[in-house]
């Protein structure tokens, strides 16, 4: 059955340190979403894209996080000048078509730790 | 503005058991209502949805019931199993978003053998 995966795992990184987590959606899916979940919190989310740009955005998705999709298999989420409060389980999740009433297959999470 | 409330937090039954989990949104024109397993270490994972036009969806020992008047949809589960332990998460779109899903605080389901 395919999956969604998520690379690193997990990601140690300093403050003030660029950081880009990496995922690949399922293979037909065309919608792409990121979320992320603070330790011990609900699932918050953060940005969806589609045909190679951003749909919509939450208020925590701001200056200095942006996402890409470089090529037909990768999705990327990049944080510029990482602060300690984005130490979080970053998720990706992707769909088939669009809108919000079809299923949302999540990535395993890459682990961020900010020092 | 949007919400999801989820309650219980937390949740300890006996294998053989049914458990249930409740959840109120905030937002009306929400039209569909996932709920989504996660276990330690592991991303959430789709068990069943509901959309707005149906009342209650079953698939297995796992079912989902839909009140849009009153703004809560429910999880049911019976016959529960220890490898049901995990932690639920309720869900409801943003209305008019495209795929903003509005989280639940999780209930961490504990089937004790």
Same mark, same amino acid.
């Given at each position: 059955?395919?999956?969604?995966?998520?690379?690193?795992?997990?990601?140690?990184?300093?403050?003030?340190?660029?950081?880009?987590?990496?995922?690949?959606?399922?293979?037909?899916?065309?919608?792409?979403?990121?979320?992320?979940?603070?330790?011990?919190?609900?699932?918050?989310?953060?940005?969806?894209?589609?045909?190679?740009?951003?749909?919509?955005?939450?208020?925590?998705?701001?200056?200095?996080?942006?996402?890409?999709?470089?090529?037909?298999?990768?999705?990327?989420?990049?944080?510029?000048?990482?602060?300690?409060?984005?130490?979080?389980?970053?998720?990706?999740?992707?769909?088939?078509?669009?809108?919000?009433?079809?299923?949302?297959?999540?990535?395993?999470?890459?682990?961020?730790?900010?020092? | 503005?949007?919400?999801?409330?989820?309650?219980?937090?937390?949740?300890? *039954?006996? %294998?053989?058991?049914?458990?249930? @989990?409740?959840? !109120?949104?905030?937002?009306? =024109?929400?039209?569909?209502?996932?709920?989504?397993?996660?276990?330690?270490?592991?991303?959430?994972?789709?068990?069943?949805?509901?959309?707005?036009? *149906?009342? %209650?969806?079953?698939?297995?020992? @796992?079912?989902? !019931?839909?009140?849009?008047? =009153?703004?809560?949809?429910?999880?049911?589960?019976?016959?529960?199993?220890?490898?049901?332990?995990?932690?639920?998460?309720?869900?409801?779109?943003?209305?008019?978003?495209?795929?903003?899903?509005?989280?639940?605080?999780?209930?961490?389901?504990?089937?004790?053998?």
């Amino acid at each position: 059955e395919p999956e969604v995966t998520q690379t690193p795992s997990h990601q140690v990184t300093q403050m003030g340190q660029e950081v880009i987590l990496r995922c690949v959606p399922i293979s037909n899916h065309l919608y792409f979403y990121w979320y992320r979940q603070i330790l011990g919190q609900k699932v918050e989310f953060l940005v969806s894209f589609y045909n190679n740009e951003i749909s919509e955005k939450s208020e925590i998705f701001d200056d200095q996080f942006s996402v890409e999709r470089p090529d037909g298999s990768n999705f990327t989420l990049k944080i510029r000048s990482t602060k300690l409060e984005d130490s979080a389980m970053y998720f990706c999740a992707s769909t088939r078509t669009s809108g919000s009433s079809y299923e949302q297959y999540f990535g395993p999470g890459t682990r961020l730790t900010v020092t | 503005g949007e919400n999801v409330e989820q309650h219980p937090s937390t949740l300890s *039954v006996q %294998e053989g058991d049914s458990a249930v @989990i409740k959840c !109120t949104y905030s937002d009306s =024109a929400s039209n569909y209502f996932p709920w989504y397993k996660q276990e330690l270490g592991k991303g959430p994972q789709l068990i069943i949805d509901i959309r707005s036009n *149906v009342g %209650e969806k079953k698939d297995q020992r @796992i079912a989902v !019931t839909l009140n849009k008047t =009153a703004k809560h949809f429910s999880l049911h589960i019976t016959e529960t199993q220890p490898e049901d332990s995990a932690v639920y998460f309720c869900a409801a779109s943003k209305g008019g978003s495209q795929g903003n899903l509005i989280f639940g605080k999780g209930t961490k389901l504990s089937v004790k053998p």
